[in-house]
């Protein structure tokens, strides 16, 4: 059975990623090396951040939309999270607004990933 364990981004930088994801998760990488880092995100899942440049088969240049999502959150922690970027400078794309799956905000890190902050409400599924 195919049970993904991790989530892997292509960087143009792996040290200026790692220092913006150790900064919006609060921890430090639990692997470094000189073209890739490796966050914990819980529960046996990894966020790794690989060089563009160094992994093969080279990666497309674009391709479909992509975001990580914090969705188990408050409305008032939403806001406390926006709040946060918004004085370290991290790019808002999409500021606090309800939408029809709850209140939520996007930011973008240094290679454009979205980056989901979402009090998710699932009182309208029917």
Same mark, same amino acid.
């Given at each position: ?18 220092? /913006? ?6 921890? !430090?990488?639990? +692997?470094?090396? $000189?073209?890739? #880092? @490796? ?26 939309? /992509? ?6 959150? !408050?409305?008032? +922690?939403?806001? $406390?999270?926006? #709040? @946060? ?42």
């Amino acid at each position: 059975m195919f049970k993904p364990n991790s989530v892997i981004l292509y960087v143009e930088d792996v040290e200026k990623s790692t220092k /913006f994801y150790a900064d919006v998760l609060q921890s !430090s990488p639990i +692997e470094r090396f $000189q073209e890739f #880092s @490796l966050f914990s995100l819980g529960d046996d899942v990894t966020l790794g951040l690989q060089s563009a440049q160094g992994i093969d088969p080279k990666p497309q240049p674009s391709f479909g939309g /992509f975001e990580l999502s914090l969705s188990d959150v !408050s409305r008032e +922690e939403v806001d $406390q999270v926006y #709040s @946060l970027w918004k004085e370290k400078g991290i790019p808002i794309v999409l500021e606090p607004t309800d939408l029809d799956f709850g209140y939520t905000f996007v930011a973008t890190d240094p290679d454009g990933h979205r980056l989901r902050v979402c009090a998710t409400d699932t009182t309208n599924v029917s």
